[in-house]
């Protein structure tokens, strides 16, 4: 309606100025125009043929205004404006009416242009149904259309949820459906239909992460249920499903719990009971991170009992080192979880027996019974070198083999145990027809994951130590185990895993006691350098800083590949050193005027050195040099002192000069220049008082 009343009202406007204009050049005597005449006047006469050709050009011109497809209507809205300001001034100014026919035709085109442009969010909500209603449907062809109807009118209701439905259905972006949701529920006057989408989105992805619970997808889950609190706000009119979402949270932690107690526990029963410590560990953080959201006890304590069980007997059957390896385990699972550390006592078999013979035979006395001691064989003189063997000798030497290496396994010696283990199998291979019994591979295996989890194991100990060389050595060692196994047995998948997750685990551990070894060389630099800083000590920070520089190049060893470098902290040293280098070369400059007399300058220098000092930020870290008024106080350099306040007085500092002057009348310093200044004080005093007065 105002477009319709400005296009009504400007004409007229247009035409009472002309009249107006021509009925003062008709009173002053100014020529007119060859083709306007005064109203009322004779009008110059024009050919109808010019008329006609007129008339149909401009129809010519309204039909050329397209109004399809749509990204053409702003412009042709805008064709139409000017073809219709045209006519006016063409037929008004003349004093001619708009012919019929052209005044229909321009009035049907702007008729048209007003439908489409008031319907234009549903053109293109209809194309993007007809987008979708092919044989194959083009949702993106769909959605670019909606957007442009959304861009003509956000609060187009079926366009919303067109675009609601495909984040939803199609694009499967919970995050980007939850904030549009959002957005559209606060801006509108919230229509019905648009409730009920919103009702249908929300019960819709509870249902999606009910899914995923199912599908063992419990932190997916969990996240969708954290954005659904976000984004669906308390005021929103949708039916809320509180219990539903208490579930899907209660499960998703259940679920995530249950799964580290899972994977400790097949851990424990495969004898991996280092992999089922760290996931029962984790279970266990988890619990108490969210006991509130769990049900039932937490199984992981009775699985860490059982594990400081094992890693205490596997102590007691130690050397000194993989006892103190095994110790410390137990001692971190103490600490994290509080199940009290004990010491069983050591159980001696011999009383046992001997309890057992006093029952067959009551005069018979405990001190006289021993338990038979195993003597060990020498690997290297069990097999004659270059000597063939018969079936019997072969199958002698097997028997021996194989009950020294079971000896040494029961006594946890598990690389004395590979090597007649090695033997064994040598013999086995060259003569195939020996009886080794039906675990001897088995064992053969588990040694080989024993014996390597040991060297590891003692490994990572001497790494705690700083006892680099032996660890490295044991690493290696444990390297040619592997390499010999999986020459030997390539297609052993399950043992080559096994034994390859212990390396990586070595790996893990060795790059993060480097991490730390390193972490704690740049933190020491680091202090030095700010600890020599706050002294003020220029020289020996800089040294600190050349060692912290040489700690940051480090990182880019092979060894620390793995380690981040600490930048932030890095950048704060450099630019620390940068900004009291510049402080430092002012003072300097300020020093080498004064020493080539230049008093000025020098005072200039220094007390810009002073601004620079609070400016920058140093006062934080390095003690700042004397002001220069404690500077020349100090060196009794009362005549620079003088020329300072002299200064003052020029640059309009009166505070500054009334302050030195007073000083140096105090100190009985008598010169004809301070009466000079302290005159000039008075009387620029006594001008600003004159000044102030209303």
């Given at each position: 309606m105002k477009t319709k009343f400005l296009r009504t009202l400007l004409p007229c406007l247009f035409f009472c100025l002309s009249c107006f204009s021509w009925t003062a050049q008709a009173r002053d005597g100014i020529p007119m125009h060859a083709g306007i005449a005064p109203i009322g006047g004779i009008v110059p006469a024009c050919s109808t043929q010019n008329k006609e050709s007129q008339e149909e050009s401009f129809l010519r011109r309204i039909e050329q205004i397209k109004t399809e497809p749509l990204e053409l209507l702003p412009a042709s809205d805008c064709r139409l404006d000017q073809l219709e300001e045209e006519i006016f001034k063409t037929y008004y100014t003349q004093g001619q009416e708009i012919p019929l026919q052209l005044k229909v035709h321009l009035q049907r085109k702007r008729q048209q242009m007003d439908f489409m442009r008031s319907h234009i969010d549903s053109l293109y909500y209809m194309q993007a149904l007809q987008a979708i209603g092919q044989e194959e449907p083009d949702w993106a062809e769909a959605m670019e259309s909606i957007e442009?109807?959304?861009?003509?009118?956000?609060?187009?209701?079926?366009?919303?949820?067109?675009?609601?439905?495909?984040l939803l259905k199609r694009e499967r972006n919970a995050e980007t459906c939850l904030r549009y949701l959002n957005t559209t529920l606060q801006e509108f006057s919230r229509p019905e239909k648009l409730r009920k989408t919103a009702q249908t989105t929300y019960n819709t992805l509870l249902q999606q992460a009910e899914r995923m619970i199912d599908n063992r997808q419990y932190r997916d889950a969990l996240s969708l249920c954290e954005l659904i609190h976000i984004y669906c706000q308390p005021g929103f009119p949708i039916q809320y499903l509180s219990y539903r979402e208490d579930l899907i949270e209660n499960r998703s932690h259940q679920g995530i719990y249950d799964s580290y107690c899972e994977v400790a526990q097949k851990a424990f029963r495969q004898t991996q009971y280092q992999l089922a410590g760290q996931y029962a560990l984790l279970a266990h953080q988890y619990y108490t991170e969210?006991?509130?959201?769990?049900?039932?006890?937490?199984?992981?304590?009775?699985?860490?009992?059982?594990?400081?069980?094992?890693?205490?007997?596997?102590?007691q059957e130690s050397d000194t080192t993989e006892r103190a390896y095994y110790m410390a385990l137990i001692d971190s699972i103490a600490h994290k979880t509080g199940i009290p550390l004990y010491l069983e006592e050591d159980y001696d078999p011999a009383q046992d027996i001997a309890a057992d013979l006093q029952l067959l035979d009551p005069g018979t006395k405990p001190e006289s019974i021993a338990v038979p001691a195993f003597v060990p064989l020498n690997i290297d003189s069990i097999l004659p070198d270059g000597k063939p063997l018969n079936s019997r000798q072969a199958q002698q030497y097997f028997d021996q083999a194989y009950e020294q290496a079971n000896y040494f396994r029961s006594k946890r010696d598990f690389a004395e145990?590979?090597?007649?283990?090695?033997?064994?199998?040598?013999?086995?291979?060259?003569?195939?027809?020996?009886?080794?019994?039906p675990d001897f591979s088995e064992?053969?295996?588990?040694?080989?994951?024993?014996?390597?989890?040991?060297?590891?194991?003692?490994?990572?100990?001497?790494?705690?130590?700083?006892?680099?060389?032996q660890s490295e050595e044991l690493q290696?060692?444990?390297?040619?185990?592997?390499?010999s196994y999986q020459i030997d047995e390539?297609?052993?998948?399950?043992?080559?895993?096994?034994?390859?997750?212990?390396?990586?685990?070595?790996?893990?551990?060795?790059?993060?006691?480097?991490c730390e070894q390193i972490g704690r060389e740049f933190t020491q630099a680091e202090h030095a350098f700010l600890n020599q800083a706050s002294y003020g000590n220029y020289q020996l920070a800089k040294k600190s800083l050349e060692s912290l520089r040489q700690v940051a190049r480090k990182y880019s060893l092979p060894e620390y590949a793995s380690c981040s470098l600490p930048e932030k902290q890095m950048r704060k040293a450099e630019n620390l050193f940068e900004r009291w280098t510049a402080y430092n070369d002012s003072l300097n400059q300020a020093e080498a005027y004064l020493a080539a007399g230049d008093t000025l300058r020098f005072i200039q220098c220094y007390l810009n050195a002073d601004s620079t000092f609070n400016r920058i930020g140093l006062a934080e870290y390095i003690p700042s040099a004397p002001s220069l008024f404690s500077r020349l106080s100090a060196t009794r350099q009362f005549s620079i002192l003088l020329l300072w306040a002299k200064n003052c007085v020029e640059q309009g500092d009166l505070d500054q000069a009334r302050f030195i002057a007073g000083y140096l009348s105090a100190i009985g310093y008598s010169r004809p220049d301070i009466e000079k200044t302290q005159r000039t004080l008075k009387k620029k005093q006594g001008q600003e008082k004159r000044g102030g007065r209303p």
């Open positions: 442009k109807s959304l861009l003509h009118n956000r609060f187009y209701t079926r366009s919303v949820i067109f675009k609601m439905h495909y969210n006991e509130t959201h769990m049900s039932g006890i937490n199984q992981a304590l009775e699985l860490l009992d059982r594990i400081s069980d094992c890693y205490y007997r596997f102590a145990a590979q090597r007649w283990f090695e033997l064994a199998k040598k013999l086995k291979e060259k003569h195939g027809y020996l009886r080794t019994g064992r053969y295996r588990q040694n080989l994951l024993q014996s390597m989890e040991q060297m590891l194991n003692k490994a990572v100990y001497y790494l705690w130590t700083t006892e680099i060389a290696q060692q444990a390297l040619e185990l592997f390499a390539p297609e052993d998948a399950t043992t080559l895993t096994k034994l390859q997750l212990m390396l990586d685990n070595y790996q893990k551990q060795r790059n993060a006691n480097y």
